[in-house]
């Protein structure tokens, strides 16, 4: 079965200072894979997936292959990042995701 | 445009209580429909899945039931809640494109 782990549960970084979030999966096929992210009194919501290849809000996530991972990325944190970040796949062909535990990101002014 | 409604929005119940959380999908038809629960350090867990009216997927065995009577209306049922049901239960559905969107989730606390 499709497994997503994100070994950080809590990460706090200097605002300004690179923020990476670690996503690692174990599927034998060619997954979708994504990033979401739950701000502070807010809906769970996409941030990003592998296919669209966007940087949105300054954040890029690259799918590597060869070591099963999609790491989350921005070079410089800002106070509005601080949220619950999730990442999660989906089998080819399937309709259910597969999520990680979650980092929670905490970004000091 | 598509929205995602959920109520109530926090419920306090004791021990051994029944349950009725209900989620309600606009503007798209024949929605997959998932019900999850949040829990911290625990991550999303998936419990109910649906494809289609009257067709729910159980993925953990436990105290819960879902149900699907009309086609953007999925609902999660306990006859007897117990203490570890406590927890943030999320609904969402699923676009063409693979993507879920999240209702704004009910906070249920048993007593």
């Known amino acids: 079965a499709q497994r997503v782990t994100q070994p950080e549960k809590l990460l706090s970084v200097f605002k300004g200072a690179p923020v990476e979030l670690k996503c690692n999966y174990s599927?034998?096929?060619?997954?979708?894979l994504f990033w979401y992210v739950q701000y502070s009194r807010q809906r769970l919501q996409l941030l990003l997936r592998?296919?669209s290849r966007e940087s949105i809000k300054g954040f890029t996530a690259d799918l590597n292959k060869g070591e099963t991972s999609f790491h989350l990325k921005k070079p410089f944190a800002q106070e509005e990042d601080s949220a619950m970040y999730y990442c999660?796949?989906?089998?080819?062909?399937?309709?259910?995701?597969?999520f990680g535990k979650g980092n929670q990101v905490v970004v000091i002014p | 445009s598509q929205t995602i409604h959920q109520w109530p929005a926090t419920l306090v119940q004791p021990v051994g209580s029944p349950l009725s959380l209900e989620c309600t999908v606009e503007?798209?038809?024949?929605?997959?429909l998932y019900w999850y629960r949040q829990a911290a350090g625990r991550g999303l867990q998936l419990l109910f899945y649906?494809?289609?009216?009257?067709?729910i997927s159980s993925e953990v065995p436990q105290n819960l039931s879902a149900s699907r009577p009309q086609d953007r209306q999925f609902i999660l049922s306990s006859k007897k809640l117990l203490l570890s049901d406590s927890g943030f239960y999320l609904c969402?559905?699923?676009?063409?494109?693979?993507?879920?969107?999240f209702g704004p989730g009910t906070r249920l606390t048993v007593t």
């Open positions: 969402a559905w699923m676009d063409g494109s693979y993507e879920q969107y």
């Open positions: 599927y034998s096929g060619s997954p979708e």
């Open positions: 592998h296919i």
């Open positions: 999660a796949l989906i089998p080819n062909g399937n309709n259910r995701l597969a």
């Open positions: 503007g798209t038809s024949n929605p997959n």
């Open positions: 649906s494809v289609g009216i009257g067709q």
